[in-house]
C-alpha cells in the first residue's frame, strides 16, 4: 500500500513539474515575444503574456513604456474599450477556434490601469 501512495505523489509532482514547465507563466523576454510563429507548441507569446498580467507588471506604466517593451500593437477594430491590443495567436486548447489578445487599458494619462488577456 505504501509502494502505492509513493508512486502517487511522485506522479503528481511529475504533472505538476512538466505542467509548470510547458504551460505556466514566462518571464518577458523581448526575443520570445516578438516571435510571431503563430505554431509555436509552447505558446511562448500566451505564456509571456500570462506573466505580464499575473505579476501585475504593466500596471502603473506609462503607454510609451509598454510600447518601447511591446511594440506597436497591430491594427485591429476588435475591443475599442481597450487601449492597446497585441494578438496572442489562436487560443490554447484542443479546439482553437478564437484567437487570444494582450488587451491594455490606460487612463487618461496614458499610465496602465488594467490589462487583461481575453478571447474574441
Known amino acids: 500500500m505504501r509502494r502505492w501512495i509513493k508512486g502517487l505523489v511522485f506522479a503528481a509532482a511529475g504533472a505538476a513539474i512538466v505542467s ?10 523581448r526575443s ?29 506604466k506609462s ?15 476588435k475591443f475599442s474599450d481597450w487601449s492597446l491590443v497585441y494578438v496572442l495567436g489562436p487560443e490554447r486548447g484542443l479546439l482553437s477556434i478564437d484567437y487570444e489578445w494582450l488587451a491594455i487599458r490606460t ?5 496602465v490601469t488594467e490589462a487583461a488577456v481575453i478571447r474574441d
Open 20 to 29: 509548470a514547465v510547458f504551460f505556466g507563466p514566462l518571464p518577458f523576454v
Open 63 to 77: 503607454r510609451a513604456e509598454v510600447l518601447a517593451a511591446l511594440g506597436a500593437p497591430p491594427e485591429t477594430d
Open 107 to 111: 487612463d487618461d494619462a496614458g499610465s
Open 32 to 60: 520570445w515575444w516578438q516571435d510571431d510563429n503563430w505554431l509555436d507548441p509552447l505558446h511562448k507569446r500566451h505564456r509571456i503574456a500570462d506573466g505580464l498580467v499575473l505579476t501585475g507588471a504593466l500596471v502603473g
